[in-house]
């Protein structure tokens, strides 16, 4: 950058220069502003927690899970609301295990791995074959392994 001098010693500086130094401090400016309003927007909006069916009552929430997976086990193989059913159930599954996975109290106990396994297989089977009915097999330990939990849990509390 040439810069010109008069005989004073004020600079002088071509347009092109003067373009680049404005161009600079608009951006600067701009990151800046557009820092601020972003920082503002993350605390001042509103977040939405996700509904669920849960109540945060291990025990109870354990014996409504398991009536109504027993429920949608029991159901028959050419039932009409069969999908809505199977949905309906992987919401469940998923509002449970989400809820007590991490709760160090309650993902430590007998009903819940227990109920974790029963959860697992039959989540597994809805989402590989979803068009399939729950195999005889898989209903027999589904029932064995929800009432078992549907015990323990009502032993622990």
């Given amino acids: 950058m040439k810069k010109y001098s008069s005989s004073f010693g004020v600079k002088f500086m071509s347009n092109k220069e003067i373009f680049q130094l404005i161009f600079k401090r608009f951006l600067k ?3 800046i502003t557009l820092a ?3 920082s503002i927007n993350l605390y001042t909006l509103p977040s ?4 669920t069916s849960m109540t945060g009552d291990y025990t109870k929430d354990t014996i409504s899970v398991v009536k109504t997976l027993q429920n949608a ?5 050419d039932a009409s609301d069969s999908d809505e059913i199977r949905d309906e159930s992987l919401t469940l599954i998923t509002d449970y295990i ?6 160090g109290m309650v993902n430590k106990t007998q009903s819940f791995t227990t109920m974790q396994t029963a959860l697992n297989a039959m989540a597994g089977h809805y989402k590989n074959f979803a068009t399939r009915p729950l195999p005889e097999k898989l209903k027999e330990r589904l029932n064995k392994e929800l009432a078992l939990a ?7 509390s």
């Avoid at 086990?73 to 193989?77: E, L, Q």
């Avoid at 549907?150 to 622990?156: A, D, I, P, Q, T």
């Fill in 150 to 156: 549907e015990k323990m849990v009502l032993r622990e």
């Fill in 73 to 77: 086990v029991s159901t028959p193989k």
């Fill in 48 to 51: 939405f927690a996700a509904k």
């Fill in 36 to 38: 601020f309003i972003l």
């Fill in 29 to 31: 400016g701009l990151t």
């Fill in 98 to 103: 989400s809820r007590y996975r991490n709760r």
